[in-house]
């Protein structure tokens, strides 16, 4: 270890994964059978993962927290899935919506790992589509598809504002057909507590029956984690509450580099916070900023109703500042503009944090019928959240956590640093760059699971076939069983006065306040102090009632606050460490005059890949370079 | 606010089970019913004592975990949303809660509020899916399907499988969740090839695993939380006689 | 087969099934009562007569027996089935917005099938000569039990149970045979609510009048 190698195969970059393809080492059917994956995790990477690799004739054993695989967080994408189908005529193709990634990620991603993700994304569609996913069509029986942010072309699939949830179900559907099989056997309700490896190579898991309490091992030849992101580090956040990085994070203690921990995506449309109590943030599509117009009042601390402001003292800001993409500018840019504005004074509501989102002028032109179709229940949900019609009067919105382009590691076959151990989906680091664009999570998720690791994995596991099914007798799996304990044990035994929630709330805070949309030295290291101390207190003051024994959901989101308070610590160093301003990262040292981030391309090209070196000593950072042969590296300009 | 809540307690699937009765003082109208409910673990953590245990996980409607029957209804007296969804300003301040698990046979007690709901899992293996590989799938715009169908399909997809349908059920029937998948792929042009198979394996699995009989009482449709509509039980009708 | 036969789909089709030809039945019924109506003695008996005897009568007769006998059997077959689906129910009552006559078929069944086995006694086992009496004659037979006011308290409460029974079975029918229609499922539950009203209504008319006002 120690060395990066990213394994990206020789040749112009449209031929690299046919080249790749053509010379992989293959598994024989007969030996599939014999081979034991396990799959961490039910998302679009995760079942896609577990269901192709079942259809391969694999022997999966597929893992996941919720009490069904359905339940996984890519049910919540809204807006959409992209692919370079070109159905629009618009211009559309594989190498523009690599190049759109490349250029929405700031130049901070792997080119070839990108072009794959922009290859695969038609054969995504397609296996969709024939698993009965029921996305949007036109008149004429074709599918359509919408504009997302930070791009000029149609390329969005949709299932109203439910594509992920449409998306999730047919994975679902299609595990479901391979548990039918046989070929996978499905563990919900269990966490994952640590990775097993034997000899450097990732032979199997330590998990925890969220029912019974009772400590499991779980042997194979290789592991796959499709563990999503680590975005409710930030405690309020669009995902799911329990969604957690202790997979990640336990696999990177183990020697899985942890790649770019600092680039995280706020999201610019999110429902505001609301009271103290609130436990998420709701999203509002981006597909809403198509047709609604984002606006301040132009005189700071106007308090007038949204709908008395007349026109003229209305500030269509990112109109204003980026008029070749108005309200479709990408995610990062909306999110600091809003910001900006809000520190400014000019935020709307009560708490002054939140921005207009207005549909009255696409309501007038298109009816209220056709926006009814398009977003009728992100309409309903916003409604139900916040009792407002915003057919009538506009949405609030302000940014939220959202998206981690950081994650583990991997080289051009999605497998970490450790061999065996395969990362896909959000929880790895590869192809969104320093900022993801709208509905590429989606199209990179069912990518890396459907059609890019079964196709690598092979490369590792054909090597692998003399190996004899991995016995969980041996002296590696009772060590992580018996520190898995140890650990719940330690975490039971405080018994002080506080609930993990309550810290991870205050770690939250923290992360939002100095390591959010805009960060800077000194906060970055006040918050550093602040992680540092509220970590011991945690580990002083925590109360779990109830018993290890037992479903216990105390003690689970202690074990996930806990490894939060680590991440967090990488995360804010990694932010410190890159001293420029990339995509989501944005140091306020390193700004152009207007305000616009200011990457280095001369020293920061690079992707930060963090070595866990032990327990309270300082990570080791790897870099892997950055070569743009494809593209060149220009300042990102929206204008 | 202050509200007087009587929650289920069951330690275990084996346990006895009972209403407890907690105070909670100061519940804001602007909390959701869970963040309520987190309200009144904190203080229960804080005295060591066990927390209400529940299924929660997006808390914006659309995973499907949370469910809890108040007041006489799944997912509280509000139509069309969830748990996580359910505003407390639709209560009143010396309002009595009744806060119960589901209740059906196929979904037995875990603990507390949390139910085990792998029937529905199980139903789904036995045939919700069309049966492709990755890889085998034809070009996307070879398969037309009319507007108006994919938009009826998508309306049944939208499913969360949260089991309120069940709840609300007095037979404790599940025919509106396995209509809503046997419509989805009824509407469609994809998987009509094994059609026959799907309906006749999911229902076959429904009534082995020990759901109640549909007697279109309607108490389905009016508590679904995606307002699946009843219009499903009868196409599901239809397919399942046409599957013979 | 037999888990095609006994499916909870196809007990339902079967109960819709017969349930329907039994709504098809109970007009023929009515007509054949309204002549009780008349002074005469002759239409009524005639009728009765008619269709105690024409084979193809006899035929359906043989026919409607099944669908009751299937229609009670597998309605309270199922009925037990639901129970069994929910052990424990809810303190806080179930409070769900239904089509409220659909929560007590089983009852308003089970007090038709009561009246049934009385109206047996009364006419059907006379014709059978299970029971004594003058089978040619059941004018006369209606006309003294309607002279009995405890005869007209239970047969005006069944057939007032009947119409609830009849508003839910009708509509709901058409459901389990999974005929329903944008434009005629509408027209279908019209149809269902005049039903319930009119039958019903049809033989209350009859024997308020042949009680109170012969």
Known sequence: MGKLISKIPDGPLAEKWTRYKASVKLVNPANKKKIEIIVVGTGLSGAGAASALGELGYSVKNFCYQDSPRRAHSVAAQGGINAAKNYQNDGDSTFRLFYDMIKGGDYRAREANVYRAAEVSNQVIDHFTALGVPFARDYGGTLDTRSFGGVQVSRTFYAKGQTGQQCLLGCYSSLNRQIKKGNVKMFPRREMLDLVVIDGRARGIITRNLITGEIERHGAHAVVLATGGYGTIYYLSTLAVNSNASAAWKAHRKGAFFANPSFVQIHPTSVPQLNEFQSKLTLMSESLRNDGRIWVPKTKGDKRPANDIPEEERDYYLERRYPAFGNLVPRDVASRAAKERCDAGYGVGESGLAVNLDFRDAINKQGKKAIENKYGNLFDMYKTITGIDSYDEPMRIYPAGHYTMGGLWVDYELMTTIPGLYAIGESNFSDHGANRLGASSLMQAAGDGYFILPNTISNYLADQISVAKIATDKPEFEEAEKAAKERINKLMSIKGKHTASSFHKRLGKIMWDYVGMSRNETGLKKALELVRELKDEFWKDLNISGSAADLNMELEKAGRVADYFDLAQLLITDALDRKESCGAHFREEYQTPDGEALRNDDEFAYVAAWEYAGEGKPHILHKEELKFEYVEMKVRSYK | ?244 | MNKILFSSLSKKFVMALAGLFLLLFLPVHLVINLMLLKGNPEPFNKAAHFMATFPVIKIVEVVLLLAILIHITWGILLQIQNWFARPIGYAGGNKSETSFFSRFMIWTGASVLTFLVLHFFNFYFIKLGIVRGNPEDFYSVAHSLFKIPAYNYIYLTCFALLGLHLYHAFSSAFQTLGLNHRIWTPVVNVIAWVYAIVLPAGFAFISLTLWLFR
């Open chain 2, 1 to 244: 606010m202050n509200l007087t809540l009587k929650i289920w307690r069951q330690k275990n699937a084996g346990a006895k089970g009972n209403f407890a009765t907690y105070r909670m003082e100061d519940v804001s109208p602007e909390m959701s019913f869970l963040e309520m409910l987190d309200a009144l673990n904190k203080k229960l953590v804080e005295e060591d004592k066990e927390p209400v245990a529940f299924d929660h996980d997006c808390r914006e409607g659309i995973c499907g975990s949370c469910g809890m029957y108040i007041n006489g209804h799944p997912h509280g007296p509000v139509p069309a949303v969830t748990t996580c969804l359910l505003s407390m300003r639709y209560f009143s301040d010396g309002d009595t809660l009744w806060v119960e698990p589901w209740r059906a046979k196929p979904f037995p007690v875990i603990k507390d509020l949390i139910v085990d709901r792998s029937a529905f899992d199980k139903i789904q293996i036995a045939g919700g899916f069309i049966s492709i590989n990755a890889g085998a799938a034809p070009e996307s715009n070879s398969i037309l399907a009319q507007k108006k169908n994919a938009d009826s399909a998508f309306d049944s997809s939208i499913c969360i499988g949260c089991g309120a349908c069940v709840a609300a059920c007095k037979n404790a029937s599940a025919m509106l969740f396995v209509s809503a998948k046997i419509s989805q792929f009824a509407l469609l042009p994809q998987g009509r090839i094994e059609a026959k198979e799907r309906v006749r394996a999911m229902v076959e699995k429904m009534d082995e695993l020990g759901f109640g009989n549909c007697s279109n009482t309607g108490a389905c449709e009016a508590e679904c939380p995606k307002e699946i509509k009843l219009t499903n039980i009868a196409r599901l009708n239809r397919e399942y006689y046409k599957a013979y």
